[in-house]
């Protein structure tokens, strides 16, 4: 028999049991569209981390104490203002190191309050980070030098505190203390339903009077060139590991900081993939069972056949086409609906979705394997009935 | 002499059933010639059925020789042994045994899809096939809009469209009333005078019997 025969009879064999043929594809259709939303949702987080961090500039250092690991409790810090020096002397240019000690504070205008994450920095933020002002000016030397209280606010917090009205050179007060504005961030959007515009940013003296600390959190280094990023790593920490007498620090790199959450992202798409793929399972193990149930209603069908010259193979064919087909019919649909939802939950919630072009392609070839690989039992049984028998069954 | 349309020597079949051996068959001979009518009769159990399963080759016999045309079954595979039976016997069954969803036209050109005929060529035979049995009218039906002398005859077109040596039908006229049953009977006897198939006729009615030149009488699994 040709096997555009086989296929014509298969087709035929589904369309002649149009709502079982459906129920059992629908399984199959939810099992691959499991995969390619899930695996979409979790290329779409890791993507919007990367642009994220790829966003903050580039042949940047976060030095921070302890070691670096995420998950792990920060170590308290012991660094200090005299560390930029310290540092800038290892660069070669002081105004390449900027500071950040941060604490979450109320911030407020009249009654209008929100609590936000305050960060204490020196003047050389602009410098290190890409991190542009929509209006007025960023904190100076002499902001730090003289202590001054002065803020720069995320778009959100302006929005927050001040509604409608131009919020520079105005008062806002921050843990009760007044700080007058003197610029305003440009907008950065949000993240997985954060949103980054609630930062406000205070000369670094000030915030440690304010939180009534004298450490820092860390320190963050632009290095001249790509080349430099890694000689000044073990740079940066041997010098204050010499400081500080041996104590731990790590110095890390964008790269670093997205290899560590790549692959805990990588992990979790896996894992979504993977209990995605338990459902594509269960909707195999529905074809293998509608086959068998299809098999025993058309013995005598088969037997006819191979009365008539069906050979084994003939009969095995028309039966495995008819799973293939239901399984990849299924994919094919369930690929179309796994894409579009995708797009919807991308659209509609905070949740950002990336289409990786593999993700269709292998659900689509193990929706044809799972056909091949559920559907050769059943198949073989009906090739290697006996016709005498089959043809007496009523 | 020219070599029998089907020839079986001291065949024997048993059978296993609940580990109790049961011999249908117990060493039958016979020869059937090109254009032969035959009919096999003689009482349920006898061992007609056994018989026409083996000398359709459905099954094979345990023992003994059995030989097709000029091809001994027991040296051919079971590809080989489907290509046989397509080419060289057609089946008419008491039950008629015709696929509900297909039309008259299609189920009549199954075999040839077996055979690898191109879809064109096997309309055209088949339609030939239905109107030599004068259902010319009937082709775009299915069998459900069928009387049963129609399915039957639906069904000898169909076992007639590979243009088989032999013709073998099990109890064809059971399920139809008398006149039917007697023009599905003067329909297998103008085919052996017309195109020399040799036809074999399993049935417990003596009429229909009666109408075959030969009668082969069978009792518990020999040849009387």
């Given at each position: 028999m040709r096997a555009g025969e086989a296929f014509r009879v298969a087709l035929g064999a589904l369309v002649a049991n149009k709502l079982r043929s459906s129920l059992t594809m629908l399984g199959v259709v939810i099992g691959v569209a499991a995969v390619v939303v899930l695996v979409a949702l979790g290329a779409g987080a890791k993507h919007e981390v990367e642009q994220q961090v790829e966003g903050l500039g580039s042949n940047i250092i976060i030095v921070v104490p302890g070691k670096f690991e995420l998950g792990s409790a920060p170590t308290i810090s012991r660094l200090t203002l005299d560390d930029v020096d310290l540092l800038g002397r290892v660069v070669g240019d002081e105004r390449r190191v900027a500071v950040s000690v941060a604490s979450g504070e109320n911030v407020s205008v009249g009654r209008r309050e929100t609590f936000v994450t305050v960060n204490g920095v020196n003047e050389n933020v602009p410098n290190v980070f890409d991190r542009p002002l929509a209006r007025g000016e960023y904190i100076t030397a002499s902001d730090v030098d003289t202590r001054r209280r002065v803020a720069v606010l995320g778009s959100t917090v302006v929005r927050r505190v001040f509604g409608d009205v131009d919020p520079l050179g105005r008062q806002v007060s921050i843990a009760g203390v007044r700080f007058r504005v003197i610029g305003v961030f440009a907008p950065v959007g949000s993240t997985f339903g954060v949103d980054r515009d609630t930062e406000v940013h205070i000369p670094v003296t000030a915030a440690q009077r304010l939180f009534g600390v004298d450490r820092i959190d860390a320190l963050a280094v632009k290095a001249p060139r790509a080349d430099d990023v890694e000689p000044l790593q073990g740079k940066l920490t041997a010098a204050l590991r010499d400081k500080y007498d041996g104590e731990e620090f790590s110095a890390v790199t964008q790269t670093q900081i997205l290899g560590t959450i790549g692959r805990i992202l990588g992990l979790l798409t896996l894992v979504l993939a993977a209990i995605a793929a338990i459902s594509l399972l269960v909707g195999g193990v529905g074809v293998s069972n509608i086959m068998l149930v299809s098999v025993r209603e058309r013995t005598r069908e088969i037997g006819l056949r191979k009365a008539l010259g069906a050979r084994q193979r003939d009969i095995l064919l028309q039966f495995l086409i008819e799973a293939v087909l239901l399984c990849v019919v299924g994919g094919l649909i369930g690929i179309g609906l796994g894409v579009g939802s995708s797009l919807l939950v991308a659209a509609v919630s905070p949740l950002p979705a990336v289409i990786a072009w593999w993700s269709p392609a292998l659900a689509f070839t193990v929706s044809a394997a799972v056909g091949v690989f559920f559907g050769v039992a059943p198949a073989r049984r009906a090739g290697r009935l006996d016709p005498v028998v089959a043809l007496r069954t009523e | 002499m020219s070599s029998p349309a089907v020839e079986a020597v001291d065949v024997r079949r048993s059978y296993h059933l609940d580990g109790v051996s049961v011999e249908a068959l117990r060493g039958v001979s016979l020869r059937i010639d090109p254009g032969e009518y035959v009919a096999v009769v003689g009482p349920s159990g006898s061992g007609k059925s056994t018989l026409m399963h083996l000398l359709g080759c459905l099954d094979r016999p345990t023992s003994g020789m059995l030989r097709v045309g000029d091809r001994d079954v027991a040296t051919l595979g079971d590809g080989e042994l489907a290509g046989l039976r397509n080419r060289t016997i057609g089946f008419v069954f008491q039950s008629f045994q015709?696929?509900?969803?297909?039309t008259a036209l299609d189920n009549v050109a199954l075999p040839l899809v077996y055979r690898g005929v191109r879809r064109a060529e096997r309309r055209e035979r088949a339609e030939a096939a239905l109107t030599a049995v004068g259902l010319a009218h009937r082709l775009g039906h299915r069998p459900g809009q069928l009387s049963g002398g129609e399915q039957q005859r639906v069904a000898i077109a169909r076992a007639l469209v590979g243009e088989p040596g032999l013709l073998l039908a099990d109890e064809p006229t059971g399920n139809l009333d008398t006149g039917s049953g007697a023009e599905i009977m003067a329909l297998l006897d103008g085919l052996v005078r017309d195109r020399g198939v040799a036809v074999v006729v399993v049935t417990h009615d003596p009429e229909v019997a009666a109408l075959a030149r030969r009668r082969v009488r069978m009792r518990d699994g020999l040849i009387e």
């Amino acid at each position: 028999m040709r096997a555009g025969e086989a296929f014509r009879v298969a087709l035929g064999a589904l369309v002649a049991n149009k709502l079982r043929s459906s129920l059992t594809m629908l399984g199959v259709v939810i099992g691959v569209a499991a995969v390619v939303v899930l695996v979409a949702l979790g290329a779409g987080a890791k993507h919007e981390v990367e642009q994220q961090v790829e966003g903050l500039g580039s042949n940047i250092i976060i030095v921070v104490p302890g070691k670096f690991e995420l998950g792990s409790a920060p170590t308290i810090s012991r660094l200090t203002l005299d560390d930029v020096d310290l540092l800038g002397r290892v660069v070669g240019d002081e105004r390449r190191v900027a500071v950040s000690v941060a604490s979450g504070e109320n911030v407020s205008v009249g009654r209008r309050e929100t609590f936000v994450t305050v960060n204490g920095v020196n003047e050389n933020v602009p410098n290190v980070f890409d991190r542009p002002l929509a209006r007025g000016e960023y904190i100076t030397a002499s902001d730090v030098d003289t202590r001054r209280r002065v803020a720069v606010l995320g778009s959100t917090v302006v929005r927050r505190v001040f509604g409608d009205v131009d919020p520079l050179g105005r008062q806002v007060s921050i843990a009760g203390v007044r700080f007058r504005v003197i610029g305003v961030f440009a907008p950065v959007g949000s993240t997985f339903g954060v949103d980054r515009d609630t930062e406000v940013h205070i000369p670094v003296t000030a915030a440690q009077r304010l939180f009534g600390v004298d450490r820092i959190d860390a320190l963050a280094v632009k290095a001249p060139r790509a080349d430099d990023v890694e000689p000044l790593q073990g740079k940066l920490t041997a010098a204050l590991r010499d400081k500080y007498d041996g104590e731990e620090f790590s110095a890390v790199t964008q790269t670093q900081i997205l290899g560590t959450i790549g692959r805990i992202l990588g992990l979790l798409t896996l894992v979504l993939a993977a209990i995605a793929a338990i459902s594509l399972l269960v909707g195999g193990v529905g074809v293998s069972n509608i086959m068998l149930v299809s098999v025993r209603e058309r013995t005598r069908e088969i037997g006819l056949r191979k009365a008539l010259g069906a050979r084994q193979r003939d009969i095995l064919l028309q039966f495995l086409i008819e799973a293939v087909l239901l399984c990849v019919v299924g994919g094919l649909i369930g690929i179309g609906l796994g894409v579009g939802s995708s797009l919807l939950v991308a659209a509609v919630s905070p949740l950002p979705a990336v289409i990786a072009w593999w993700s269709p392609a292998l659900a689509f070839t193990v929706s044809a394997a799972v056909g091949v690989f559920f559907g050769v039992a059943p198949a073989r049984r009906a090739g290697r009935l006996d016709p005498v028998v089959a043809l007496r069954t009523e | 002499m020219s070599s029998p349309a089907v020839e079986a020597v001291d065949v024997r079949r048993s059978y296993h059933l609940d580990g109790v051996s049961v011999e249908a068959l117990r060493g039958v001979s016979l020869r059937i010639d090109p254009g032969e009518y035959v009919a096999v009769v003689g009482p349920s159990g006898s061992g007609k059925s056994t018989l026409m399963h083996l000398l359709g080759c459905l099954d094979r016999p345990t023992s003994g020789m059995l030989r097709v045309g000029d091809r001994d079954v027991a040296t051919l595979g079971d590809g080989e042994l489907a290509g046989l039976r397509n080419r060289t016997i057609g089946f008419v069954f008491q039950s008629f045994q015709l696929l509900g969803r297909t039309t008259a036209l299609d189920n009549v050109a199954l075999p040839l899809v077996y055979r690898g005929v191109r879809r064109a060529e096997r309309r055209e035979r088949a339609e030939a096939a239905l109107t030599a049995v004068g259902l010319a009218h009937r082709l775009g039906h299915r069998p459900g809009q069928l009387s049963g002398g129609e399915q039957q005859r639906v069904a000898i077109a169909r076992a007639l469209v590979g243009e088989p040596g032999l013709l073998l039908a099990d109890e064809p006229t059971g399920n139809l009333d008398t006149g039917s049953g007697a023009e599905i009977m003067a329909l297998l006897d103008g085919l052996v005078r017309d195109r020399g198939v040799a036809v074999v006729v399993v049935t417990h009615d003596p009429e229909v019997a009666a109408l075959a030149r030969r009668r082969v009488r069978m009792r518990d699994g020999l040849i009387e």
